[in-house]
């Protein structure tokens, strides 16, 4: 099967400019979730959509960082205005169901958008 | 907040070596533990996972972890290191509806 699609794979912009960034996941996948990995730590969760309502967006930073999932497939996670503490990597993944309580569902990564803020 | 830590940066190994890279978590409940690898440029392959039931747990590429209880840790373990094992590792803990992510560990298997 097709894995998780993101593009771009790397974007250079300049603080205060906008960026965005898109992600497809695997078909029938109606869990959504976008990670931030800065170098030297582990991916950090942003958000997290199930279809198109967002279940967590708990540590997005909402008064720079957006992110839609309109028709519950693609997504895109913008950001308006980048700062230089913003250069990291993406990552989209996505599952077959939410990680309730009583299930696991693995999660399928993408291979990430390499985001540089000069 | 459920959370893990790898304390070691790197982990150096030669080609044929056991390899060993650690994670030791903190819990309220039962622990759902995951291991990730993410070779360079690209996403973060799942490798095995702890729900229950026997503390030995084996997955993907010839890799095995020991849950232990009492010592509050999930080590990843390989019995003969491969070159093309070298790449990041993350140990990850669910922590209701999320995965929290350690650092991670960067495996470096020496020819």
């Known amino acids: 099967e097709a894995g998780v699609a993101q593009s771009p794979r790397y974007k250079i912009i300049e603080k205060r400019q906008s960026v965005a960034f898109w992600c497809n996941p695997i078909?029938?996948?109606?869990?959504l979730y976008w990670y931030q990995q800065i170098l030297g730590q582990g991916p950090k969760l942003l958000i997290q959509f199930q279809n198109n309502g967002v279940v967590d967006d708990s540590q997005l930073p909402k008064d720079r960082f957006s992110a839609e999932r309109l028709k519950g497939v693609d997504s895109t996670l913008k950001i308006q205005p980048a700062k230089l503490e913003d250069s990291a990597v993406y990552l989209c993944?996505?599952?077959?169901?939410?990680?309730?309580?009583?299930?696991?569902?693995?999660?399928?990564f993408g291979p990430g958008t390499r985001l540089t803020v000069l | 907040a459920q959370s893990v830590a790898q304390p070691e940066d790197q982990v150096n190994v030669a080609e044929g070596n056991p390899l060993t890279v650690k994670c030791t978590y903190s819990v309220s409940g039962n622990p759902y533990l995951f291991w990730y690898v993410q070779y360079p440029n690209r996403g973060l392959q799942f490798l095995l996972k702890?729900?229950?039931?026997?503390?030995l747990v084996k997955g993907s590429y010839g890799f095995e972890a020991e849950f232990n209880k009492s010592q509050t840790s999930f080590h990843l373990k390989k019995p003969s290191a491969l070159v093309s094992d070298s790449a990041l590792y993350f140990c990850?803990?669910?922590?209701?509806?999320?995965?929290?992510f350690g650092k991670g560990n960067q495996v470096v298997v020496i020819p």
């Open positions: 990850a803990v669910r922590d209701w509806d999320r995965l929290a």
């Open positions: 993944a996505s599952s077959f169901l939410p990680m309730g309580e009583r299930a696991y569902n693995e999660q399928f």
């Open positions: 702890y729900i229950t039931g026997d503390n």
């Open positions: 078909s029938g996948h109606a869990t």
